[in-house]
Structure formats: C-alpha cells, structure tokens
T-cell receptor, first 116, second 115 residues
C-alpha cells in the first residue's frame, strides 16, 4: 500500500511569491492533516480535513495560507504571498477515521520550503 | 490535550535495550498514548500506541502503569539505525472523539545509538 506522498520535496521561492504544496493521502483515508515545523521549533498542527470539509483550522497562522481538499482526495496548501517566517518543513498526515477504534495518523516525508 | 515531558536526549550502544519514559500527569480518561519516531529529512513514523498496561508489536513495547501518568517506550536490542527522535503524544483519538484529533508534538527525545 502506498503511503502519504507530498510534492514537491523542496521548494525555494522569493519573498512575496506564491507556492502550492500538494499532499496525496493514503487511499481511503478520510482524515487529512497539515502540520509544519519552522526552524528550531516543534511540529505544529495547521488544519484537519474530514473528506472535503475543514474540521479544524485553528492552527492556520494567518490568511496567507489557504488549504483545499477538492473531492476529498488530495489536498493543496497555498501560501500567498510567502514571507520569510514561512520557511520550514510542511508535513501532511492521513488517517482512516470512521470513528471505530483508535485513529493512527501516517505522515508523508514533508516539503521543505525556503523563502528567500 | 495533555502535556508530555520526556528526556531531551539519550545515548545507547548497539545491542542494548533502550527505555524512554514520558510523563503525562494530566492525561484524561479518553486519551491514548502514541509514540512516533522521526529520522532526519523524514516525516514522523508511527511506532506504537496504547491505553493501559502493556502493548507489544514487532518494533517496540509500551508499558503504561495503572495510573497512566507516565509511559515507557522500550526498544529491544537497538541498532545504529534506531538513532532518531522519539515523540510521546497523548490525545483523544479513540472512538469517543469520532476517531480523529490533532497531534501535539513536544521536543521529543533524541536517541543516539553508538557502535
């Protein structure tokens, strides 16, 4: 079974530009999460989708970040315009959900974003 | 979500058993305990999860005392490839919460295994 995949693996952009990160969850997983680690900090939750609906976006830092999950499959996270402090590693995770038993999140390899 | 406390770093040698203890004094009744492993330039990888007593899988064992205020991840006979950061997380990820919840990561324990 394929795991969570993320694209691109690395992205280097200039301040003020736009970047779109993509996450493909494990097939059949209803839950999709975005996390990020900025330099020297801990991994922080950004938001959570259940299928195509945003369940919890309490971790989104500001309105420069826009996440979508069209059709409840893959998700994109757009940063527009990017700022220096957005540099870090963005992780995506997915879990089966369904409310039966425990729910384990499986992480992708992350996208390393560098804003110059 | 309950806050966790774990050692910042640990050192071990190949072939030894490593035990990493995590404190979670404010764990709630519905909270589960989950451990993740992370290698450089990779995402966190699920290791083991439990609610109480002992859980064992092919990778590790998880010991949880009756009061559930702490837990110990046990890695048998570590190798150099076990060098990684280990995270202890607690949260309501069971059926009571609808089966999902955001994870709150701490700093983790940086384990270094030496030859």
């Amino acid at each position: 079974e394929a795991g969570v995949t993320q694209f691109p693996s690395h992205s280097v952009i200039e301040k003020g530009q736009t970047v779109t990160l993509r996450c493909d969850p494990i097939s059949g997983h209803d839950n999709l999460y975005w996390y990020r680690r900025v330099m020297g900090k801990e991994i922080k939750f950004l938001l959570h989708f259940v299928k195509e609906s945003k369940q919890d976006e309490s971790g989104m830092p500001n309105n420069r970040f826009l996440a979508e999950r069209t059709g409840g499959t893959y998700s994109t996270l757009k940063v527009q315009p990017a700022e220096l402090e957005d540099s870090g590693v963005y992780f995506c995770a997915s879990s089966q959900g369904g409310g039966t038993g425990t729910d384990t999140q499986y992480f992708g390899p992350g996208t390393r974003l560098t804003v110059l | 979500l309950a806050k966790t406390t774990q050692p910042i770093s640990m050192d071990s040698y190949e072939g030894q058993e490593v035990n990493i203890t995590c404190s979670h004094n404010n764990i709630a009744t519905n909270d589960y305990i989950t451990w993740y492993q992370q290698f450089p330039s990779q995402g966190p990888r699920f290791i083991i999860q439990g609610y109480k007593t002992k859980v064992t899988n092919e990778v590790a064992s998880l010991f949880i005392p009756a009061d559930r205020k702490s837990s110990t991840l046990s890695l048998p006979r570590v190798s150099l490839s076990d060098t990684a950061v280990y995270y202890c997380l607690v949260g309501d990820i069971g059926m009571f919460s609808g089966g999902y919840n955001k994870l709150i990561f701490g700093a983790g324990t940086r384990l270094a295994v030496h030859p």
